[in-house]
């Protein structure tokens, strides 16, 4: 088919709207999405680009109350370690962040891949291996803006152990953990990012990001 | 701020027009981009979700002929070192795909990661280093859409080794190559993606990527 669809000034400027008020998202309301929500979500995810159209994204919807339990201990773990780890003067900043909403979302999406897969024929995977992963993200990323056009937050949980996550969960062997995300509505909107509110970090101007070669 | 911009069913619908018709692009005119183009992708790039806000995106605007003819041979040899490990029956086809359009496209990006950036303070990486190209990846697929809504192609490049295009486009030492995306007005507009069409790989039913847990 030739007949893209043109996209007109008022809907760019709504989806620059739309990258502005996507939130990573950690308080969340408690209140169940409707039932369609979740499947349809995780088809457009599917519209993603993958390297070698390998479509490597494994997509596993975590209902079960002592899996989730196991994910929650798993994080909680692994976050006290990396208070453990932070330098004195950041610690008491730390302990105050909530980096997860593992506790009130009422949807957990754990995102693998499959490294093995044989679709795409490993197309363009020989010299970055890495991109296998890098598709799961866009997947990721598909979701997370079609999730906030609905009013939906999503919050990519990695403060966790890869491993026993996948083992947590009894996913196949080889399947590898990219984000575990905590989907529900948010208790709050914001066009500024919540460690930014809370004084952890700052957006740095884009240019500074910008060379020329 | 609390007031969320509403995006309505209209928005909604267009925005899965915009995943579904996002191709990756190879074949593109060599007509330029308005100058104020690029920047202005670039700094929508820039409002990508990152790991602990570390914001790791490092954009390589890349106009110099001869870095260009650089990365083209670097491609060149991946490709006939990954054509060479195609087996025999899948070499034929694999020849006959047209895998980047760094010839034609006007516009080059190099996006790259530095591992080592203070911001963040290294948040959300301790157990999972590899959400700092995630990060990079979330950036790409901002630009790519945003490039998609005025008409604009994006092709991703990987058959690149990461270290060669580094040393080609004389990047600071330890900045990792994530993508290298060729920019410029597609020449064929498809809600298929041209390795389907080609008859390469097909897109499978989400659904059978998806468990319960």
Redesign the interface.
């Known amino acids: 088919?030739?007949?893209?669809?043109?996209?007109d000034s008022d809907?760019?400027d709504?989806?620059?709207?739309?990258?502005?008020?996507?939130?990573?998202v950690r308080r969340f309301d408690t209140r169940a999405l409707d039932e369609a929500t979740i499947?349809a979500l995780?088809?457009?995810?599917?519209?993603?680009?993958s390297?070698?159209?390998?479509?490597p994204?494994?997509?596993?919807?975590?209902?079960?109350a002592a899996?989730r339990a196991s994910v929650r201990s798993i994080f909680e773990r692994?976050n006290a370690?990396?208070l453990a780890?932070?330098p004195t003067e950041?610690a008491g900043l730390?302990a105050r962040?909530k980096?997860s909403g593992l506790n009130e979302a009422p949807e957990h999406i754990?995102v693998f891949v499959d490294p093995a897969t044989e679709?795409?024929?490993?197309?363009?995977?020989?010299?970055?291996p890495?991109?296998i992963?890098?598709s799961a993200?866009?997947a990721i990323?598909?979701l997370?803006?079609?999730a906030?056009?609905?009013?939906i937050g999503v919050g990519?949980v990695?403060?966790?152990?890869?491993d026993e996550v996948a083992q947590a969960?009894?996913?196949p062997a080889g399947w590898r953990?990219?984000?575990y995300l905590c989907i529900g509505y948010p208790l709050?909107?914001?066009?500024?990012?919540e460690?930014?509110r809370a004084g952890?970090?700052?957006?740095?101007p884009?240019?500074d990001?910008?060379?020329?070669?």
């Open positions: 088919m030739t007949d893209q669809p043109s996209f809907f760019r709504r989806l620059d709207q739309l990258f502005a008020w996507r939130r990573d499947p995780l088809t457009t995810a599917c519209t993603a680009p390297v070698g159209l390998s479509q994204w494994r997509l596993v919807r975590v209902r079960d899996r692994c370690q990396a780890l932070q950041r730390y962040l980096l754990a679709l795409g024929g490993g197309l363009g995977r020989a010299t970055m890495e991109t992963g890098y993200v866009l990323h598909t997370w803006l079609a906030t056009a609905q009013g990519w990695s403060i966790l152990h890869p969960l009894d996913v953990l990219v984000a709050e909107h914001s066009d500024t990012p460690l930014e952890w970090e700052r957006r740095v884009p240019a990001f910008v060379l020329e070669r």
